[in-house]
């Protein structure tokens, strides 16, 4: 029995690169079963505890943590909006995280972000790297791709040869601690 990834952006665009690219790396995975979602998918309350209290926590919340829980590990691409965190995702962040404290239910992680810039949204991976094992996540592999629009095209994948072996290290090293 193949084991499960759960695979998802970290936007509510409809356009999002961040859905693009973690696609993409999800259709890599071949000896798993790679479900991918979509934030959008998952509408839910501006998060507080007033709301939670009033109207405990939403169904899309539910879910969203269903497929967490059923998941063997969980492959993210962080959308970046001013060096942060989108709202949507952060708002999903926070849902989660108040359920059973553990918002990524101690599965290991590849963390992904893109970006039209150079820098692929190096600040949010950090940001995330730093704060998602305090939230129950076990980050075995990150990986940033500069320049989208330039460096990815969706029918071949990651066009620059350099980056392109950095992604795959990087997907190597999930893939594996998957296998163990």
């Known amino acids: 029995m193949k084991k499960k990834i759960l695979a998802f952006g970290g936007s509510t665009?409809?356009?999002s690169i961040n859905?693009?690219?973690v696609t993409y790396a999800a259709s890599q995975l071949?000896?798993?079963?790679a479900k991918v979602v979509r934030l959008l998918d998952f509408e839910m309350p501006l998060f507080s505890v007033?709301?939670?209290?009033e109207d405990s926590f939403p169904e899309s919340v539910k879910e969203l943590h269903q497929l967490i829980k059923d998941a063997d590990g969980i492959v993210i691409s962080l959308a970046e909006h001013n060096g942060a965190y989108t709202a949507a995702f952060k708002n999903a962040f926070d849902w989660l995280s108040r359920l059973e404290g553990k918002a990524w239910d101690n599965k290991p992680m590849l963390l992904l972000s893109?970006?039209?810039?150079?820098?692929g949204g190096s600040?949010?991976?950090?940001?995330?790297?730093?704060?998602f094992p305090f939230n129950g996540?076990?980050?075995?592999?990150?990986?940033?791709l500069p320049f989208f629009q330039r460096n990815f095209h969706p029918d071949d994948g990651i066009a620059d040869s350099?980056?392109?072996?950095?992604?795959?290290?990087?997907?190597?090293s999930f893939t594996q601690h998957m296998i163990l």
């Not at 893109?114 to 820098?119: D, L, N, Q, W, Y």
Request: aromatic share 8%; proline share 2%.
């Open 13 to 15: 665009s409809r356009a």
């Open 114 to 119: 893109t970006s039209p810039g150079g820098r």
């Open 30 to 33: 071949t000896d798993f079963e």
């Open 123 to 131: 600040s949010v991976m950090e940001i995330a790297s730093n704060r």
């Open 19 to 21: 859905q693009a690219f």
């Open 162 to 172: 350099g980056l392109d072996l950095q992604f795959r290290a990087a997907l190597q």
């Open 50 to 53: 007033d709301v939670q209290e």
């Open 137 to 144: 996540g076990e980050i075995i592999a990150t990986f940033s």
